[in-house]
């Protein structure tokens, strides 16, 4: 399974990027898949994710700002980041892992998943 990740960028505070996630290789459609971001000295942080089921959840600092959406026809996963904040800025990355779990299991787990996407950088300037 190969992830390319796009659509990062430097934007200034309350603005929107949309990442897109291009999924390629041997994938199902009922992969659990997400986001993870990495800022600079911090660990890996579950954004977003869509569980196996269809579910989806988000970290509570995103809540309210961010979407998760995929496309199985078009193996597109997106993230729709509104109203940024100095705080969001990070390397984000796509991930993706054949695991069947919920959205609750699966962002509890996102940075163990087993496919990942070289990253995209989002810079939110104040």
């Known amino acids: 399974v190969q992830l390319v990740e796009s659509g990062g960028g430097s934007v200034q505070a309350g603005g929107s990027l949309r990442l897109s996630c291009a999924v390629s290789g041997y994938y199902y459609s009922t992969y659990c898949m997400g986001w993870v971001r990495q800022a600079p000295g911090k660990e890996r942080e579950g954004v977003a994710v869509i569980g196996s089921d269809g579910s989806v959840r988000y970290a509570d600092s995103v809540k309210g700002r961010f979407t998760i959406s995929k496309d199985n026809a078009k193996n597109t996963l997106w993230l729709q980041m509104n109203s940024l904040k100095p705080e969001d800025t990070a390397m984000y990355y796509c991930?993706?892992?054949?695991?069947?779990?919920?959205?609750?299991?699966?962002?509890?787990?996102?940075?163990?998943?087993?496919?990942w996407g070289q990253g995209t950088q989002v810079t939110v300037s104040s």
């Open positions: 991930a993706a892992n054949p695991s069947p779990m919920t959205a609750v299991q699966a962002l509890a787990v996102i940075p163990g998943f087993r496919y």
